[in-house]
Every structure is written in C-alpha cells, then in structure tokens.
C-alpha cells in the first residue's frame, strides 16, 4: 500500500512531522468513534446508565432461573458436570448435606457457544479462603501487580503492609510500612520503560481506557500525571487502587505476551482449582438431536494452568472488551472464578460488532470458557453493591482468624481469579 505524503507546501521537518502526527490523530479519532458505535459498547454505556434504555441486554441469572424473563429463560440448558467438584478437590470445601442437592449443576446459554456457567460450587469458608489467597499470597514477589509501574512495592506485597498497619495503634510508628512512589520524572523527561500501559498519560478525566493495550480502567493514570516527585504512600491508601495481580508465567502489558523467560508456576491452591473445574466441564456441550452443535472435547487431565490474573474490582471500576489472545493456546478452556460483590458480565463474539449478552456473576460462580467463547470478547461493565453476608467483617473463621480485614475490604469489592494453559502442550513434560 502506498503511504501517505505531506503535501508539497509543507517544507520543514517540524511542519512534515506535525502533519503526520495530525493524520495519525484523525485515524485514531475515527476508530475510537466507529468503536464506540460497536453494538459491544452500547450494551456497555447501557448498563452503566442510571436509566433503563431500550438497548440495555436482559441479565441471565443462571443461580436463579425463576428470575429470568421467558425469552431468556428459555435459552438457558442445564446440563451435568462429569465430575462432582467437591468431591474431586477438596478446595471447594467439605461435601456436606446441603451439597447433595446439586452436586453435578452447570448451565449453557443457546446463543452463547462454548461457555459453562457453574452456579457456585463453594462453600462459605472455601470462598473466605480462596480471597485470603487473593490477597494475602498472590500479591507477593514473584507476581507482578498494577501498582509495580508506580510503587516500589516490597516483596511482601501491599496487602501485607496494609493488614501490619490495621494492627498498629494510632501512636505507633507506621513509617516502616510506606510505600514510595516511584519518581515521574528525570529533568522533565517521562520514563519511558515502563512494564505496562497504566503508565500512559492521562487525556482525559474518563474512568476507562481504550481496550487495545491493558483494558482495565485505572485511577492511577489521572492521579499520576498530576505529580512529579517521588513521595511516600500509606498502604492503606494503596490497598484500593491495585487491579491486578499476575499469577504462573508473568503477563506483560505492553507487549501484550508473557515473559516466557521467567517461569513461575501458579499457585498450587489456584491449579488445583482449575484442574478439577477443566475436568468437570470435559464433554459437556449444546446437544441437538443425535449429536452436538457443540462440545467441549478438551481432556480436563490434560490442562496444565500456567497463567493467571487476578483482577480487584471497586465498586466503581470496570473492565473494558477485551479479547484474552495472548496464550498460545486457544484450545484449552479458560478457567474464571467471581468472589465477593455481584457484576455484570458481557460475552460477545469474535468482534465487538454482535450485541453481547449480560451475565450475572455472584461471589463463588464459576465459567469456564471453551471453544468459541474461549476467543470471544468479554469484559465487566458494571460492578453491583452487592455481597453476600457471609463475607462481612465481624463473620467468624476458625481458618482465618484476622477475617475482618479482609471481609471489610471484599464488603466493598469484587475479586475475579482466573486461569489458563498457555502452552501448546505442557511446559513441564
Ligand atoms: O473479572 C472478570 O470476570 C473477567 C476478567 C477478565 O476477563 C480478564 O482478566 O481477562
Ligand atoms: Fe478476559
């Protein structure tokens, strides 16, 4: 294709450049402008809205079927995991009376190929455990998080920092357990290596960001661009503001791929989990007539869990659509678990240009997504001020005997743990 040139008239080479980066800025207004229009980002502003607009998608309650409108609910299949969770992993807690009722449960949706919805297969105390291991394990060295672009965050990880400053009284010193935020600036000049893309600096005071780097929205960006010097942060302070954590090979932002040089395995509770959940949801598929349209043939033994993200939701954040491409391997399902306040979930297809359906997700729900959802864009445009009470502070764990801090920070808060195989085959055979 033959490239543009600046026309004739146009001499210097500070006036060539300025027309070029005017050119550049008028295509990257149109996408934005023709993305904006997707049938993805209607549904999107829809359910942000205050007001109920004709556009907005009816939310399918696969925990709650009564609730869902006729049209939906006449959608929604149920089919049988082949595996009782709880039975083959204790991490989903013990099998108890109320279990045998619905050992086997999971659901499809006949217009959303390849996706499994698993209705909450944990116990209360199985799920406090599963966001102490949010919080407290996963934010450690060697997982990289959002805040390490801008804070020199000590190997501890943030939570810890935050939880030994719970425990101190007013008059004690906290100093030892600031943070400092890493310095913006050297003569003027921005850093420029940065680990990911919330370094960018901020165009406008918009909560979300454009989908094509890190789709998660962040504070950070705005707050950083209005200072310069280093300075120190309370972890409380901080606590609020990490989105994410990398688990098994560390993803990298900027470049959108993993650092395949730096293999950590993920955490042993997580790939257990993901394991059991891969080897339940084997064959399960849409059936018509004799056969399937279609079925999740990937062998559950097979699946090696090799990356994860766990994202931390405030009330007010969200996660734009985002297809999840980076692994080598598309085939195997990818493994997502919700903890702590409800949202709503969008799954579209392979563009933004289909309009997605809603997915209501609460504390312990689990997807797996295989096939062509695997490949699907995605995201969570609303996070809903809502939570299960066996989740509050003052809730009593044998297991977890600080549980307060943590059910004061997950009353107000969503955590999504997922996992996937990013190998072909797996790395360590
Ligand atoms: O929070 C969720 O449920 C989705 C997270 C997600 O899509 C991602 O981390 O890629
Ligand atoms: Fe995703």
């Not at 116990?123 to 801008?150: F, G, M, V, W």
């Not at 780097?213 to 942060?233: F, G, R, V, Y």
């Not at 090799?306 to 985002?322: C, F, P, R, S």
Request: aromatic share 8%; with cysteine.
């Amino acid at each position: 294709m033959e490239t543009l040139q600046p026309p004739a008239h146009l001499k210097s080479r500070r006036q060539k450049e300025m027309w070029k980066r005017q050119l550049l800025q008028n295509v990257k207004e149109r996408q934005k402008a023709q993305e904006s229009q997707t049938p993805f980002r209607i549904a999107e502003r829809s359910l942000q809205s205050k007001v109920v607009t004709p556009d907005r998608p009816p939310v399918v309650d696969f925990t709650n079927l009564e609730n869902n409108p006729p049209e939906v609910r006449a959608k929604i299949i149920r089919v049988e995991l082949s595996h009782d969770l709880r039975e083959i992993c204790p991490l989903f807690g013990r099998t108890d009376g109320d279990w045998s009722k619905r050992r086997t449960v999971a659901y499809i949706h006949s217009d959303i190929e390849g996706l499994i919805f698993i209705p909450n297969p944990f116990t209360e105390s199985a799920q406090r455990q599963l966001i102490y291991n949010c919080l407290q394990k996963y934010t450690q060295a060697p997982n990289s998080s959002s805040l390490d672009a801008h804070y020199d965050v000590p190997a501890e990880g943030v939570w810890n920092l935050y939880t030994k400053s719970q425990r101190l009284s007013s008059n004690e010193d906290d100093s030892q357990l600031l943070i400092r935020r890493k310095s913006r600036s050297n003569n003027g000049q921005k850093i420029t290596e940065s680990a990911d893309p919330y370094d960018a600096p901020s165009t406008s005071g918009q909560r979300t960001k454009s989908v094509d780097k890190d789709p998660k929205n962040e504070d950070m960006k705005s707050e950083l661009s209005s200072h310069n010097t280093s300075e120190l942060m309370h972890p409380s302070e901080l606590i609020r503001k990490l989105r994410w954590v990398s688990l098994g090979y560390q993803y990298n932002w900027s470049e959108k791929t993993y650092f395949f040089d730096r293999p950590i395995p993920v955490p042993e509770e997580a790939a257990k989990l993901s394991i059991a959940i891969a080897k339940a949801v084997e064959g399960i598929g849409y059936r018509q007539g004799d056969g399937f349209r279609w079925q999740n043939n990937f062998k559950g033994d097979n699946y090696a869990p090799e990356a994860g993200i766990v994202n931390y939701y405030q009330l007010k954040d969200t996660l734009m659509a985002h297809v999840d491409r980076s692994e080598l391997n598309m085939e195997a399902p990818l493994i997502s678990m919700s903890l702590g306040h409800k949202c709503i979930y969008l799954i579209g297809e392979q563009t933004r240009d289909t309009k997605p359906h809603a997915i209501l997700l609460q504390s312990g729900d689990v997807m797996a997504m295989t096939g062509a959802s695997r490949s699907a864009f995605h995201g969570v445009p609303k996070i809903l001020d809502d939570g299960p009470s066996f989740l509050q502070p003052g809730t009593i764990d044998e297991n977890i005997p600080d549980w307060d801090v943590y059910g004061e920070y997950v009353s107000k808060a969503r955590i999504n743990l997922n996992i996937r195989q990013v190998n072909v085959s797996s790395s360590s055979t």
